[in-house]
């Protein structure tokens, strides 16, 4: 995610993302003070932060959550992962356009929402709940990642009716001991660890860094993770393509229990391979919805049996 916001990335944004043109860092720091000590000019003469200093982009997540979705109080374990919030609400809003629920006229409780690895953020029922209404079962892995997603939910009225958590004790399984007998959901969503290994997630990181600094003409190299992530949030054996591969498989015995599967699938060159497996697997339908911001492109894939 860039330090700032120009015309060409607000156009790449959903059209009903809030998050669409500059940052308005006035209101922001208004609901949020604490961020003031973080905003500065950049070389375009826009009020930003620098988004290569974690404490800054947490900062400006806790003043986006308050000022846009009316949370009063978020806050992550350091180290774990501190998502770009403008590119989550798009997986939401495209999610709505998939299930036909984008009109806020549609609002309704009766929509449940799967989100595989909720993260200590619980970012994706945050956003989900606020703008459609719909009730969400998060699932995690890390005990530590759960209990700050917990403490989230108990410090916002708001998400206490909306959003429950369950633990995945197993670590190899995703929708296994998750999914209960009789329980429906309109969709699942995911957005599953991107590498196969702690070194190809540092050398991510650096390439990513060099972009930025190059685009920005900065000079000092410093490879940060600057919106964090714990090993698992990172990567996983096989990466992000055996992360779905197995979600695909598994997702055939909840068929009648999850109306569309979705993920996120941030390499390109894993689609060939996805693709012939949901084709193996007999889904009935299969949608790809490109999504961008800035310089990074990305896209949800989702498949149905129904």
């Not at 720091?29 to 974690?54: A, Q």
């Not at 009730?135 to 909306?162: M, R």
Request: aromatic fraction near 10%; include cysteine.
């Amino acid at each position: 995610m860039s330090g700032y916001k120009n015309e060409d990335e607000i156009s790449k944004l959903h059209p009903r993302n809030k998050h669409l043109g500059l940052y308005d860092f006035k209101s922001l720091t208004t609901v949020y003070p604490e961020l003031s000590s973080f905003v500065k000019l950049n070389t375009f003469g826009n009020e930003s932060i620098s988004f290569f200093d974690p404490k800054a982009v947490k900062s400006l997540n806790s003043a986006l959550l308050k000022l846009y979705y009316r949370i009063d109080n978020w806050d992550i374990p350091e180290g774990y992962l501190c998502p770009p919030i403008p590119g989550r609400a798009d997986y939401i809003h495209n999610l709505a356009d998939l299930i036909n629920h984008n009109e806020i006229s549609q609002i309704t409780t009766q929509i449940k929402i799967l989100d595989i690895g909720v993260g200590a953020n619980c970012i994706y029922p945050i956003i989900g709940s606020h703008e459609y209404g719909w009730k969400f079962t998060g699932v995690e892995i890390d005990e530590v990642a759960y209990n700050s997603a917990q403490n989230i939910i108990t410090a916002n009225q708001i998400l206490k009716d909306n959003v429950e958590l369950r633990y995945q004790n197993n670590a190899e399984l995703i929708f296994f001991d998750v999914i209960k007998k009789d329980e429906y959901f309109e969709a699942s969503m995911c957005n599953p660890p991107f590498h196969s290994s702690a070194e190809e997630a540092m050398k991510g990181s650096l390439r990513k860094t060099k972009g930025i600094q190059k685009h920005k003409n900065i000079k000092e190299i410093k490879p940060i993770l600057n919106f964090g992530g714990q090993a698992h949030e990172l990567w996983c054996a096989g990466g992000e393509a055996a992360f779905i591969h197995n979600m695909i498989i598994e997702s055939v015995d909840f068929a009648r229990q999850v109306n569309w599967f979705t993920t996120l699938v941030s390499k390109e060159t894993n689609l060939p391979k996805i693709y012939k497996l949901l084709e193996k697997v007999n889904a009935k339908k299969v949608q790809t919805i490109n999504m961008s911001q800035g310089n990074k492109t990305s896209r949800i894939v989702a498949w149905t049996y129904n």
